[in-house]
């Protein structure tokens, strides 16, 4: 299994950027999918997930009404747009697959390498 998170950057407060999670080697349409990402210092933390058809969302408090996870099952291909962007948004963001659909780390089976997303003020 591989997932392959792309679209990390360096980017302005107030800017938008989308990360992209590109699975292989498993039946994608039915894992639900997470985005987590862990800040210089600081713990992994949730950030956002997607049940496996699409149709349920979850987002931590941080980050809810500004980011927006989605999915291509066709694609094997989960997505995190990210909008509104603040510098306590600097993190290394990872993707990960879970056989269900949760909100914490512990429930996922197969993580991505992550992706530097900067946030400068």
């Known amino acids: 299994v591989q997932l392959q998170a792309s679209g990390g950057g360096s980017v302005q407060a107030g800017g938008s950027l989308r990360l992209s999670c590109a699975a292989s080697?498993?039946?994608?349409?039915?894992?639900?999918m997470g985005w987590f990402r862990q800040a210089p210092g600081k713990e992994r933390e949730f950030v956002a997930a997607i049940n496996w058809t699409g149709s349920s969302t979850y987002y931590a408090d941080s980050v809810k009404g500004r980011f927006t996870i989605s999915r291509d099952n066709a694609r094997n291909t989960v997505y995190l747009q990210m909008n509104s962007l603040k510098p306590e948004d600097t993190a290394v963001y990872y993707c990960?697959?879970?056989?269900?659909?949760?909100?914490?780390?512990?429930?996922?089976?197969?993580w991505g390498q992550g992706t530097l997303v900067t946030v400068s003020s």
């Open positions: 080697g498993l039946t994608f349409s039915v894992y639900g």
């Open positions: 990960a697959a879970s056989i269900g659909y949760y909100f914490t780390e512990e429930r996922y089976n197969y």
